[in-house]
């Protein structure tokens, strides 16, 4: 399966209006935003978790990176709720579910293979930082490498954004609304740029998930 594949052209969806497709695990459904291969794929989805719904013990070959958007999800190495970034290396393992519910952004097979650095954030007990040459703009590093940056930002009703995209972008509507391209972004909505182009946006206050880097296929 491909869909938004081609890395050298813009990819959006509006992520709270497309319909649920439910995985091979029951009470596990996901919103498709990017994906290379089947159910083993370079992949972005917004994936939901039933009450009670759990994954089987599986590895990650290639990779997991996900924010807990609502509820909390759960697996043996704790509880991650609402507002937990969490990055699961090349060969780590985990037993994933949710006894409440909840919905994540989640990627996989998109780390480097040699990356083992594991990390988990609770990003309700950190710290925006306003940035100083972009008004209306504060920001929060969640992580960053020689392959890529991820943050939040949150952009005030006022603030104008523009960016020129030098790595790829994408950018993930947590809360709130921005306007671009004549287009509405609002919450759950996704935006992926190529290298070279811009991004103008005007904000109507929103809370952004945002990942800069050099996007390769593994």
């Given at each position: 399966m491909e869909l938004n594949a081609n890395f050298t052209q813009r990819a959006i969806v509006h992520g709270a209006s497309i319909p649920w497709q439910p995985s091979p695990i029951p009470g596990v459904e996901r919103r498709m935003l990017d994906r290379i291969g089947d159910e083993v794929a370079r992949a972005t989805s917004i994936v939901r978790y039933a009450?009670?719904?759990?994954?089987?013990?599986?590895?990650?070959?290639?990779?997991?990176?996900?924010?807990?958007?609502?509820?909390?999800?759960?697996?043996?190495?704790?509880?991650?709720?609402?507002?937990?970034?969490?990055?699961?290396?090349?060969?780590?393992?985990?037993?994933?579910?949710?006894?409440?519910?909840?919905?994540?952004?989640?990627?996989?097979?998109?780390?480097?293979?040699?990356?083992?650095?594991?990390?988990?954030?609770?990003i309700t007990k950190q710290t925006y930082r306003s940035d100083l040459m972009r008004p209306g703009v504060s920001r929060m590093l969640l992580f960053s490498d020689d392959r890529e940056t991820v943050g939040l930002e949150y952009w005030d009703a006022t603030a104008e954004i523009d960016l020129w995209v030098t790595d790829g972008l994408e950018i993930f509507?947590?809360?709130?609304?921005?306007?671009?391209?004549?287009?509405?972004?609002?919450?759950?909505?996704?935006l992926r740029l190529p290298v070279g182009s811009r991004f103008s946006a005007r904000s109507q206050g929103c809370q952004v998930w945002l990942k800069q880097g050099k996007f390769r296929i593994f």
């Amino acid at each position: 399966m491909e869909l938004n594949a081609n890395f050298t052209q813009r990819a959006i969806v509006h992520g709270a209006s497309i319909p649920w497709q439910p995985s091979p695990i029951p009470g596990v459904e996901r919103r498709m935003l990017d994906r290379i291969g089947d159910e083993v794929a370079r992949a972005t989805s917004i994936v939901r978790y039933a009450p009670g719904s759990q994954f089987s013990p599986h590895t990650h070959g290639g990779g997991e990176e996900f924010l807990v958007l609502e509820g909390v999800f759960q697996d043996e190495h704790g509880d991650y709720p609402v507002g937990t970034y969490v990055r699961n290396p090349p060969t780590s393992r985990h037993t994933p579910g949710s006894e409440l519910g909840c919905v994540i952004l989640v990627k996989l097979w998109q780390f480097d293979p040699d990356d083992r650095i594991q990390i988990a954030i609770d990003i309700t007990k950190q710290t925006y930082r306003s940035d100083l040459m972009r008004p209306g703009v504060s920001r929060m590093l969640l992580f960053s490498d020689d392959r890529e940056t991820v943050g939040l930002e949150y952009w005030d009703a006022t603030a104008e954004i523009d960016l020129w995209v030098t790595d790829g972008l994408e950018i993930f509507v947590i809360e709130g609304s921005f306007w671009e391209s004549n287009q509405e972004f609002q919450r759950y909505s996704w935006l992926r740029l190529p290298v070279g182009s811009r991004f103008s946006a005007r904000s109507q206050g929103c809370q952004v998930w945002l990942k800069q880097g050099k996007f390769r296929i593994f």
